[in-house]
């Protein structure tokens, strides 16, 4: 009997060991998880400029099209868009930050470079509006629908896929330095997973809420109600002219950001030490908000230098695109 106790004692004591080592696992795991969606979360504030582009751009390509046609045409940029992340950009990113990690400030300050670029064209054509776009005839068939519906989603997809690229780069550079490479993919895959779904249902929700404040506006029972769905309509386009202007904004300081860190680790420290200097200088004269002084100060700076790159890409990218023959590339 005394034996009996004894290998029970030893079995009870084999199990509560191996549970202490389940619990520990557990916690590890626990924390991986917590540090993926940490960084992921981390990562993705700063593609801000890029992410934030793309919910301003997207909606325009649904624009013209009947209103049950557009969460559809949402929905096939939305998936094209996951793909892109995470079967074509995600595995090209993981072969980057393995074998040639010093490729990434060079595709670094090849996204910055197009960010200022994109932000200062949509500048320059507020200061000098022009018609830009392609005038297109009044769809009468069916077939033209699905042809223009079709047309409109490529040109979607294919400046989703340069903005897709410019985030992914951003939030690989963004990743804590010696981090496992099932970390890093962890982490890409969950921003790209998270900045669609975010990206892509904020345009859901634009494109369709003058849909919704109209309903309100005509349906609903309480006068308060209606009021709402009148403000939403009428409020709408000014929104969405907002959305632009903070977007371009975004880009620009996003932009100047990006080419100031790269160049400061590939060649030349002057830019990012002068404007370091100068926020430091100016938080220092408001000790109360210093915080907020220094970060308004650099993002001022960064997005002047930005719009000062972009205005010089100009024509540089006009002239290489009429050499191919082309206009401007542009949203």
Not at 30 to 42: C, L, T, V
Not at 92 to 112: D, E, K, T, Y
Not at 222 to 247: D, H, N, S
């Amino acid at each position: 009997m005394a034996h009996a106790s004894s290998g029970i004692g030893r079995n009870m004591s084999g199990l509560l060991a191996l549970l202490d080592d389940v619990a520990a696992i557990a916690k590890v795991a626990s924390a991986s998880i917590d540090d993926i969606a940490g960084q992921a979360a981390k990562a993705g504030a700063k593609a801000a400029g890029a992410v934030i582009d793309d919910a301003a751009v997207t909606p325009k390509y649904v624009h013209g099209f009947q209103a049950a046609r557009e969460l559809p045409i949402v929905w096939k940029i939305a998936r094209a868009s996951a793909f892109n992340k995470i079967v074509i950009l995600l595995p090209i990113a993981m072969l980057l930050s393995a074998f040639a990690p010093f490729l990434i400030p060079i595709f670094l300050l090849l996204g910055g470079l197009y960010l200022c670029f994109e932000g200062a064209e949509k500048v320059y054509h507020w200061l000098v509006p022009h018609d830009t776009l392609s005038k297109i005839d009044p769809v009468t068939t069916p077939l033209e629908a699905t042809h223009l519906e079709e047309k409109r989603v490529k040109g979607a997809i294919k400046t989703d896929f340069i903005l897709s690229a410019e985030i992914m780069t951003i939030v690989l550079s963004n990743i804590d330095a010696g981090s496992p490479i099932w970390m890093e993919a962890a982490v890409l895959g969950l921003a790209a997973l998270a900045i669609t779904a975010a990206v892509y249902g904020a345009v859901a929700l634009i494109v369709k809420a003058d849909d919704m404040g109209l309903a309100l506006a005509e349906n609903a029972r309480l006068e308060p109600t209606r009021r709402i769905g009148r403000a939403i309509v009428t409020g709408m386009p000014g929104f969405l002219k907002l959305l632009t202007i903070v977007g371009t904004a975004a880009m620009i300081w996003v932009g100047g950001n990006i080419v100031v860190h790269a160049v400061g680790e590939m060649i030349w420290h002057g830019p990012y030490d002068l404007i370091h200097d100068i926020a430091i200088g100016a938080a220092a004269l408001a000790p109360a908000a210093h915080g907020f002084v220094g970060w308004l100060v650099t993002a001022a700076l960064d997005g002047i230098l930005g719009l000062a790159i972009g205005f010089a890409l100009i024509p540089v990218v006009g002239a290489v695109s009429h050499l191919r023959g082309g206009p401007a590339a542009e949203h």
